[in-house]
């Protein structure tokens, strides 16, 4: 077992708790060490990734954001899986990657593979940026930077005699792993059912760890050819993190092949050390009661959120309205309702004004929560609540609600209710208490508004200095139909681009 090292929390915050796929249960996170090590496993490049690629990197997103508010330093690591990733778990059908050499006209060589997922993991960078994820804090490798580590992996494997060679490949040998199966409790043949019969193997179970290629790969001391999809995620980890991490996350579809690959391969090549201490998974996005599929026609992509002039954000928003082990289905209405109501809150926010209490500290991660001892008693409430409702395996649902009851109580004075929802932005991460810019809100100076636009604000402006807000309230009507939107501050009205 880990020998685990136990951090004091000194922000008396409540015990952070996280549902393990390992163990099926609830648990009190404690870190191997102080850095926790965390993998999440990121797209295969070869398109645009979908709203439900992208629903992982968000709510693992609020993870590390939860973890750093619990004042832990992360590492973080999200592959990117540029080469050999078949449309199957289980080493069946198609390479994704050379499927996008052919829909876009372009010669099968390694060259133009590595400028097709170069191509689309910008994209998805930009995408997950937009989504409130700050790339700059974690580490991205490709795949094909690292087959070096590969082979050398399933050399190891080979010498433990856990490989064997077949005609199309090296394969595992899972009947010599006795464990195999035993993340998401899958032993006794679920996994099996899944798996189509290939004579190569010993047991269907079995998976590539190589795949011969006589015309595109690396040359590698069973011929040439590509790693397998699973080798190529344990072998990164291995590089990156080491041979023990705490935190391993992906889709529930990789449970029953993918990540059980990951576990078995991994702990049979350190001497079946513990490899993960925490296996997380999020649930699926539906769209209109339907699973996502180009063939259906119901794919959406957050460029297509931003053409219908919503704030990338609102998906975010929308996101985090459910739990990230349920299932979600997608709708524009669901949509337009999460746009709209992190609308109001920017603007619940704005119009507390300038002036707020500050909680930060210098703190290793720059972050400080609240404490017991903090001046503001009347957010402690609050804050108390929210942590309470994010230890609970990252209930944002709740943590959302309770943001919406501090935004409408109006015992708590501005500045405490304006450093409390700073502090719940730091987890959220929906950028309410962000820069405009990084909100995607085009503030407008008041010099360069249209002129009807001026007029209806200062008209707006009179009827407020004379207290006729049923008035105001027609004029801030007729203001957003325009396509702005009027903020009242303290400090004046802030006009912002809708």
Not at 177 to 200: C, D, M, Q, V
């Amino acid at each position: 077992m880990f020998s685990l090292f136990k951090k004091k929390n000194p922000h008396s915050l409540p015990a952070l708790q996280l549902h393990n796929t390992l163990s099926g249960k609830t648990e009190v996170f404690e870190p191997i060490n102080g850095v926790v090590k965390m993998y999440n496993c990121g797209p295969t490049p070869y398109d645009e990734q979908h709203i439900g690629n992208l629903f992982g990197q968000v709510v693992f997103n609020v993870l590390r954001r939860s973890l750093e508010a619990w004042n832990y330093k992360v590492k973080q690591v999200t592959n990117i899986t540029d080469f050999g990733h078949l449309q199957s778990d289980a080493d069946e059908g198609d390479d994704k990657m050379t499927l996008g050499l052919k829909r876009e006209g372009l010669a099968m060589s390694m060259e133009n593979m590595r400028k097709l997922a170069e191509k689309y993991t910008d994209i998805f960078l930009h995408d997950i940026e937009d989504l409130g994820v700050n790339t700059k804090r974690v580490i991205y490798p490709r795949a094909s930077d690292y087959v070096g580590d590969m082979i050398a992996l399933i050399k190891t494997l080979e010498e433990k005699s856990y490989a064997y060679k077949a005609r199309d490949g090296v394969y595992f040998d899972t009947a010599k792993f006795p464990g195999y199966g035993k993340l998401g409790g899958i032993s006794g043949g679920t996994t099996e059912a899944r798996i189509a019969a290939n004579a190569e193997k010993k047991n269907p179970a079995d998976f590539a760890l190589w795949k011969f290629n006589d015309s595109l790969g690396w040359d590698s001391p069973w011929g040439k050819g590509f790693p397998g999809w699973h080798i190529e995620c344990t072998a990164m980890i291995f590089a990156l993190l080491g041979k023990q991490i705490d935190i391993h996350t992906g889709g529930i579809e990789h449970i029953p092949v993918h990540h059980n690959n990951e576990l078995a391969q991994a702990e049979a090549a350190s001497g079946k050390k513990p490899f993960v201490r925490y296996w997380l998974h999020n649930a699926h996005i539906t769209i209109e009661g339907k699973k996502i599929s180009k063939s259906l026609g119901n794919t959406v992509y957050l460029h297509n959120i931003v053409d219908r002039g919503l704030n990338p954000r609102s998906l975010r928003y929308w996101f985090l309205t459910g739990h990230y082990r349920t299932p979600m289905n997608f709708t524009w209405d669901a949509l337009e309702g999460a746009n709209t109501a992190l609308s109001r809150l920017t603007r619940a926010y704005l119009e507390l004004g300038e002036k707020s209490v500050s909680l930060h500290s210098s703190s290793p991660s720059g972050r400080r929560p609240f404490q017991e001892t903090d001046s503001f008693a009347s957010g402690s409430d609050f804050l108390s609540d929210f942590y309470a409702a994010i230890a609970n395996d990252l209930d944002t649902p709740k943590a959302l609600a309770r943001v919406w009851e501090l935004v409408k109580d109006d015992s708590i004075s501005p500045a405490a209710k304006k450093a409390s929802l700073v502090e719940a932005d730091k987890i959220l991460g929906l950028g309410f208490s962000e820069s405009a810019a990084s909100r995607h809100i085009a503030v407008v100076e008041q010099s360069s508004l249209p002129e009807e636009i001026q007029a209806l604000v200062n008209q707006r402006e009179d009827a407020r200095q004379k207290k006729d807000f049923a008035k105001a309230d027609e004029l801030r009507s007729a203001i957003e139909k325009a396509g702005f939107e009027a903020i009242d501050t303290p400090e004046g009205p802030t006009i912002i681009k809708k």
